[in-house]
């Protein structure tokens, strides 16, 4: 089981009193997941959330034609599904996989739900949790309705790049990337290249270089068709 300064470090965890995390640790399992194994599909029954301690989680759904969509991805240190505790529904809604080999801590949902009733400072913390949740995906929606492959390209690149310094390391692989942006991964390679060429990034393997931070902060800000892939400049001329 990890130590408690790793379980805190989930918002959702933090505020939890050394004896509820050790009535959390008491009925909590660990679960090892290889690369590539599912962790549970759409509408399995949902008894337990989890807290990610090493590795990485995608959340996606699959089409009727069996595409995949990624819902969200999880790294170590955060929890997910605990939504399904007010939910009502007692299934999850989203597939869960692992990305990279994985150890996660099933909580079980019934007794955390108790300790809830119990806790009004825990109740506050998951709130905020699902709420920053919340206006993430509203965002997103935003950005998925209103702007094109190139622009949501751009105001990723803008979010995740740290402040002090102008690379960025992909956590995650380029195709599970683009597909959280609802891009499609040739479409990725297009823009990355086109962007290159115009001396606005560089890409050496998983690591993308941001040479022109303003002409990059105008294509995610209005879309500005000199710096769009010409097949989509094209479209918008």
């Known amino acids: ?4 300064e790793a379980l805190r470090q989930a918002p959702l965890l933090a505020q939890l009193s050394d004896q509820q995390l050790e009535r959390l640790r008491a009925k909590a399992q660990i679960v090892q997941v290889q690369a590539g194994q599912w962790l549970f599909t759409q509408n399995d029954p ?4 989890y807290f990610v301690h090493s590795g990485q989680i995608r959340l996606f759904r699959l089409s009727a034609e069996g595409e995949e969509k990624i819902i969200e991805l999880i790294g170590a240190g955060q929890t997910f599904a605990e939504a399904l505790m007010f939910m009502g529904t007692g299934r999850y809604p989203v597939c869960a996989a692992a990305l990279v080999p994985t150890e996660l801590v099933a909580i079980d949902a019934t ?6 009733r119990e806790s009004p400072e825990t109740c506050f913390a998951l709130l905020g949790s699902l709420s920053q949740r919340l206006h993430a995906l509203i965002a997103e929606i935003d950005n998925l309705a209103l702007h094109s492959a190139s622009v949501r390209f751009a105001r990723w690149l803008i979010a995740e790049l740290p402040i ?3 690379e960025l390391t992909l956590a995650w692989p380029k195709s599970t990337l683009a597909s959280r942006l609802t891009i499609k991964p040739e479409t990725w390679s297009r823009i990355t290249r086109r962007l290159s060429e115009q001396q606005v990034i560089a890409v050496h393997g998983q690591v993308i270089r941001v040479l022109d931070r303003k002409a990059l902060q ?3 800000d209005s879309g500005d068709p000199a710096l769009i892939p010409a097949r989509q400049a094209r479209k918008t001329g």
């Open 218 to 220: 105008q294509l995610g």
């Open 1 to 4: 089981m990890p130590p408690d």
């Open 111 to 116: 007794d955390f739900t108790a300790m809830l």
């Open 46 to 49: 949902a008894e337990f959330f």
């Open 164 to 166: 002090d310094t102008d």
